[in-house]
């Protein structure tokens, strides 16, 4: 008998995980833009309204609120600026932002934050009771055993409010132990959710995946997992045919941006073209099509 082993079992029913739809819309967030501070990015995402007996499409201005956004990427693709472009961002509009850096001690951070700040135009001294760091690069224990780090983000919120998360990265937190990926980046999400955060998951990408699939380390258990994955890549024109394909010069960088997915609203699916100014900034340029009709 395939469910003898249940005989003695009485029954656990979960009455407060039944929701009836009435009930849990009174508790859904509305759909809201959280701006990102990367230019040309925010234009991404849009929302439909009904107006005057149509759908219409409307920009959303920025990630979707309560979102958990992984960006993921190969090396010096631009993911860790992008989420200091977040940070200070969010800081600047009087945000507070809770910022895990697992690879680079909370020192460098600062120094990278601070730098992005100038760049932006955005003064330090606006932003830096806003941003709490939280050093995984420099404390095993907070790298290595998920219940303390959650503690320990659970004590920021409390303590500043947070409504806005980052962790770069979220790869670097199962490094040695990628078989736990799933259950790990599943730990994050629940608990980002429960506190009510928009937040930011880098992930890492290996030299193995394609670099424009939203494969990350772990397999796809971070994409899989969150509400919205954005690719970054990086090509190094080498070869003269190359090149010319996309209107550049031989040994130029060709950088492109993808959302792969976002359950929470809608979104360009088109290849963008990406740029890192001179600045140390991401800045998100017309779709890849476009560009090749124009440079014709
Ligand atoms: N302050 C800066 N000024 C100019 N370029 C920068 C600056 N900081 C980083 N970059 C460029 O941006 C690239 C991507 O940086 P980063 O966001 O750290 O990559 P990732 O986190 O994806 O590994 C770097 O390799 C470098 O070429
Ligand atoms: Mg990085």
Redesign the pocket.
Known sequence: MGDYQFQDRQPQVMKDNVYLLGEAIERAPELKGVPTGVKGFDELFFKVEWEEGKPVKKPLGGIPEYAVVNLT???????????EQFTVKQASLGQKVCFVTVESPAAFVAA?LK?RAT?MGIDFEEIENNIILIDAASNSKLRDDIPTMLDTLAYVYRTYHCRKTVI?SITGLFEAKEMLARSIVRAFFNFMKKWYQTAIF?SQKRSGHDELSAEAAGGYAVGHIVDCTVV?SKEILLSPNRAKAFKKELGDILRILRIDGCRLCGHDTRLHLME?????L?EVKEPLVEYLKGAK
Do not use: Y
């Not at 990427?73 to 989420?83: E, I, R, V």
């Not at 890192?276 to 140390?280: M, N, R, S, Y």
């Open positions: 990427g190969m090396p010096d693709t631009g993911k860790s600026l992008m989420a990278g730098q760049a770069d880098v970054l890192i100014t001179e600045l140390g991401v």
